[in-house]
C-alpha cells in the first residue's frame, strides 16, 4: 500500500526547501559582524571607555580614586572580565558576551560593562530654506 502520493512528495520537498531557505536567510540577518560593536564601560555611572570588540586588548578599570578595580579582555569579538577586585567575583564568572542584548556587572565596584553598537552622529551639517 503506497502512503503518499507524487503531489504529497512534491509538496513535501517544497515546504522543506523553503524552511531550509528561510533558516539560511534568518541566520545571516542574525550573524552580523562585530566589527562595529564596543564595549562600553561604565564605572560609577559615568562612562569610562568604549573598546571595539574586533581588536585584542587587555583593559584595566579604575575607580575614581585611581584603584585598580576590574581588568576587561576583548579579544576574538567577545568580551570578559578576567580580574576583579571584589569578594564574589560574579562579574568573572559572567563569561564572555559579544552581542547588544549582554552585559557584565560588577555590583561591588559600581562597574558595568556593556555592548553597543557604532554611533552615529547625528549632527545638522547644514540648513536648506
Known amino acids: 500500500m503506497n502512503l503518499f502520493k507524487k503531489s504529497d512528495i512534491v509538496l513535501i520537498i517544497i515546504l522543506l526547501a523553503a524552511t531550509f531557505a ?4 534568518f541566520t545571516l540577518n542574525t550573524t ?3 566589527d562595529n560593536l564596543f564595549a562600553a564601560v561604565y564605572a560609577d555611572g559615568e562612562l569610562f571607555g568604549r573598546f571595539p570588540l574586533n581588536s585584542d586588548a587587555e583593559i584595566e578599570i579604575l575607580d575614581s580614586s585611581g ?3 576590574n ?30 542584548t549582554q552585559i557584565i556587572a560588577c555590583l561591588p565596584n559600581r562597574v558595568v560593562i556593556e555592548i553597543e553598537g557604532e554611533t552615529i552622529n547625528h549632527e545638522v551639517d547644514g540648513i536648506v530654506r
Request: glycine fraction near 4%; include cysteine.
Open 22 to 25: 528561510l533558516l539560511f536567510v
Open 67 to 69: 584603584k585598580l578595580t
Open 71 to 100: 581588568v576587561l579582555v576583548t579579544a576574538n569579538g567577545q568580551a570578559s572580565v578576567v580580574f576583579a577586585d571584589c569578594p564574589d567575583k560574579l562579574c568573572q564568572r559572567s563569561g564572555k558576551i559579544s552581542s547588544k
Open 32 to 34: 552580523k559582524s562585530n
